[in-house]
């Protein structure tokens, strides 16, 4: 596309959340501007004043700031009226449009076939009862999107306009506008559907489609909501999946676009982001964790073990109200008979803690690191019938707990006198 200057657009109405397929919407034509060193514009189409909500502006706003979709322009319809009026003024002169009680409709001068070029459907086409008279300037002096978005496009030299398969219905209307401004129309390029977890029926906010921004809440990264919208409906070959912004930038292709739906799925969308989070540095992994976390709870040691149990930065918190933390803060109730492993018995029990506390106070405090405890107690676990007799007894002892980290990295997160301390009271 060199031989053109790339300008899209994305256009949403402020009439509430944004909803993952609007953000796929904006992603795409993002990417095809950032590929070709184009200009990327955000518009808002405000224009049905009665479906407005308050605050949506700012939300979409914040939103694609989250995302790192940063737009070169910025627009707002309803404060570009007198534009519409000159436009409609033009079809009115041409005898393309008429007064209607009160509003001015676009005259259809001959019902015929439309055909057209869509750069991800090839060529389409309907037939001529496509077409009929439609709305220009409501009769609250307001544009209706069939009008406004056409002469946004022109004004604003859009090459490419992204948009959904909701619209290829309503492109012969669009076109005869074109046609009757003598104005050679852009690119289309049409999206595949973003389909539910079940893939029988399409995405929607009716379904539960979540705002763009709870996804933030919950501890996504904005560097996952990228790529897994991305792959979405484009995949740009090969095996890889786990994309930088920068990288799909890159790779970015209209002919990768697919036709068919993209079926969501929050299992792949958690892998995803676990992905993206084993790629940032450890200091920004302790900071979002810590962000969770409670003052006192705020330990370097327990980074690593709950870092390996999450998928995104808010089941922290979740670990945090399940309790699965508090027994590296608070003593452990330990029932004796919970102690016992298998067939085992609670004199051999015993023993075995016995053995496991003479193995640990070898160690000074300073070496007290997991792979230490480990050699220490896998040298005896290693000589009794079964490891889990010296190894579940000891688990259990240090955390109360039937499922839990393994006791090596336990005993290095407590430290030596509280893992000693831990023991000798369980026998």
């Known amino acids: 596309m ?35 060193q184009g200009t990327f514009i955000l518009r808002i189409e ?75 459907w090839g060529d389409l086409s309907a037939g001529e009862e496509a077409l009929e008279d439609f709305i220009l300037i409501k009769s609250d002096g307001y544009p209706t999107y069939n009008f406004a978005h056409i002469v946004d496009d022109i004004e604003m030299g859009v090459t490419h306009v992204v948009r959904g398969q909701e619209f290829i219905s309503s492109t ?40 763009i921004l709870d996804y933030k809440k919950e501890g996504y990264l904005p560097e996952t909501m990228i790529n897994y919208l991305a792959f979405l409906g484009f995949n740009p070959g090969g095996e890889r999946e786990v994309y930088t912004p920068e990288e799909l930038i890159k790779v970015f292709d209209l002919s990768k676009i697919q036709r068919s739906g993209a079926k969501w799925s929050d299992d792949k969308l958690n892998w995803m982001n676990k992905e993206h989070m084993k790629l940032l540095p450890l200091k920004e992994i302790e900071k979002n964790i810590f962000e969770f976390l409670s003052e ?24 945090v109200e399940r309790g699965e933390l508090d027994f590296f803060f608070n003593l452990p109730s330990v029932p004796k008979e919970k102690l016992v492993y298998k067939n085992s018995t609670p004199e051999k029990t015993t023993s075995n803690l ?5 193995a640990l106070q070898n160690i000074d405090e300073d070496n007290f690191t997991a792979e230490n405890v480990k050699s220490a107690l ?4 290693e000589t009794l019938p079964k490891r889990g007799e010296l190894l579940h007894p000891v688990r259990y002892a240090l955390s109360g707990l039937d499922n839990s980290p393994d006791p090596f990295i336990i005993a290095y997160i407590l430290g030596k006198n509280e893992t000693l301390s831990r023991l000798q009271k369980a026998f």
């Open 46 to 120: 405000d224009t049905d004043k009665e479906r407005e909500v308050e605050g949506s502006i700012e939300h979409i706003k914040e939103s694609l700031k989250w995302l790192g979709l940063n737009w070169d322009d910025f627009c707002i319809q309803s404060e570009r009226l007198d534009i519409y009026k000159k436009y409609a003024d033009r079809l009115l002169e041409k005898g393309f449009a008429y007064s209607d009680g009160g509003a001015l409709r676009f005259k259809i001068i001959e019902k015929k076939r439309t055909q057209w070029h869509d750069l991800v």
């Open 296 to 319: 006192d709870m705020r330990n370097p040691k327990l980074v690593p073990i709950i870092f390996e149990r999450i998928s995104k930065w808010g089941e922290v918190k979740d670990m």
């Open 354 to 358: 016995k053995l496991a506390v003479q």
């Open 172 to 211: 012969p209307k669009f076109l005869s506008v074109y046609e009757a401004l003598g104005i050679t129309p852009p690119f289309f390029v049409t999206t595949p559907p973003i389909l539910g977890e079940k893939g029988t029926k399409k995405l929607s906010k009716r379904d539960g489609a979540k705002d």
């Open 378 to 381: 896998m040298l005896i676990a």
């Open 2 to 36: 060199s031989d053109i200057k790339v300008v899209t657009r994305f256009a949403p109405s402020p009439t509430g959340f944004m909803h993952v397929g609007g953000v796929r919407t904006a992603l795409y034509a993002w990417l095809l501007a950032r590929k070709n």
